[in-house]
């Protein structure tokens, strides 16, 4: 049996190649769907059905905000109110008699939770900076346990603007839960001293500071962007390494990854 002669220089080139596009394929960045994937047919922001989209397309995790009503119970809203509910102030049945621009009735956490508890996808839960500083933090010992009784502290992250929530979260929380800080406030080595796993800041705060990325890296934290939408700010975050991108595009994301 004949035997064709392969050029040493020449299969060097191709293991090399191979090496480059699998440290590419590694370093690409995770796709996490801002409120879910909301823009998709029949859905809203925060929604059941956002997280179920986010899922069925296969977004690494889908994020989610947090507020809990008056009698303490914890729904899924991003804004303060929801149409002209207070969340903070309102009892839970006024709350979650509202409806989503899709037909649903705002969610509670419980029920959200027991959704994500059926899917592989991972969660990102928001809790929003609450003007009752106790009940705030109050409102974190009850997302612990309610991601407790899903057995899903493998699965959510945890972010919030609030200075006090992040320092309760990283306190009240296991170990190993992923904690990080949203305000863009605080420089890599401070998230690193407080406890946190990484920093989650604006896209115009990395553009500003890109040196961050790497100083993060360099101390052992991840880097997430949000919101990212726009075609070049998800090139520039894909070409400095960050490792995870926040977005209202989901899919544009994930093809451009793709593409890669």
Same mark, same amino acid.
Not at 40 to 57: E, H, P, W
Not at 69 to 81: F, P
């Given at each position: 049996?004949?035997?064709? =002669? !392969?050029?040493?220089?020449?299969?060097?080139?191709?293991? +090399?190649? %191979?090496?480059?596009?699998?440290?590419?394929?590694?370093?690409?960045?995770?796709?996490?769907?801002?409120? @879910?994937?909301?823009?998709?047919?029949?859905?809203? *922001?925060?929604?059941?059905?956002? +997280?179920?989209?986010?899922?069925?397309?296969?977004?690494?995790?889908?994020?989610?905000?947090?507020?809990?009503?008056?009698?303490?119970?914890? !729904?899924?809203?991003?804004?303060?109110?929801?149409?002209?509910?207070?969340? $903070?102030?309102?009892?839970?049945?006024?709350?979650?008699? *509202?409806?989503?621009?899709?037909? $649903?009735?705002?969610?509670?956490?419980?029920?959200?939770?027991?959704?994500?508890? =059926?899917?592989?996808?991972?969660? /990102?839960?928001?809790?929003?900076?609450?003007?009752?500083? $106790?009940?705030?933090?109050?409102?974190?010992?009850?997302?612990?346990?309610? !991601?407790?009784?899903?057995?899903?502290?493998?699965?959510?992250?945890?972010?919030?603007?609030?200075?006090?929530?992040? =320092?309760?979260? #990283?306190?009240?929380?296991?170990?190993?839960?992923? /904690?990080?800080?949203? &305000?863009?406030?605080?420089?890599?080595? *401070? #998230?690193?001293?407080?406890?946190?796993? %990484?920093?989650?800041?604006?896209?115009?705060?990395?553009?500003?500071?890109? &040196?961050? #990325? &790497?100083?993060?890296?360099?101390? @052992?934290?991840?880097?997430?962007?949000?919101?990212?939408?726009?075609? $070049?700010?998800?090139?520039?975050?894909?070409?400095?390494?960050?490792?995870?991108?926040?977005?209202? &595009?989901?899919? =544009?994301? *994930?093809?451009? #990854?793709?593409?890669?």
């Amino acid at each position: 049996m004949k035997y064709m =002669k !392969v050029n040493p220089g020449f299969l060097l080139f191709f293991i +090399l190649l %191979g090496a480059i596009n699998f440290i590419a394929q590694a370093t690409n960045p995770k796709v996490i769907a801002h409120r @879910g994937f909301w823009r998709a047919d029949g859905s809203a *922001q925060n929604s059941i059905r956002s +997280l179920v989209k986010a899922d069925s397309i296969g977004c690494y995790a889908s994020e989610l905000d947090i507020w809990m009503t008056a009698d303490s119970v914890l !729904v899924v809203n991003h804004d303060a109110d929801i149409n002209g509910v207070i969340i $903070e102030t309102s009892p839970a049945k006024d709350v979650l008699a *509202q409806k989503l621009v899709n037909g $649903e009735n705002v969610s509670t956490l419980d029920a959200y939770l027991a959704e994500a508890s =059926k899917l592989p996808i991972r969660l /990102v839960c928001e809790i929003k900076t609450h003007n009752n500083r $106790e009940g705030e933090k109050e409102a974190i010992k009850k997302i612990l346990e309610l !991601v407790d009784k899903y057995d899903l502290s493998n699965k959510v992250d945890y972010i919030t603007f609030s200075k006090d929530g992040f =320092k309760n979260f #990283i306190k009240l929380s296991p170990p190993s839960a992923n /904690v990080y800080y949203l &305000e863009g406030d605080y420089i890599p080595a *401070q #998230i690193l001293f407080e406890g946190g796993k %990484g920093i989650d800041y604006h896209i115009n705060v990395l553009k500003q500071y890109p &040196e961050w #990325i &790497e100083e993060s890296h360099e101390l @052992g934290l991840l880097v997430n962007v949000w919101t990212v939408d726009k075609e $070049e700010d998800m090139e520039w975050c894909i070409d400095h390494g960050v490792d995870f991108i926040t977005t209202n &595009e989901p899919e =544009k994301l *994930q093809s451009l #990854i793709n593409k890669r």
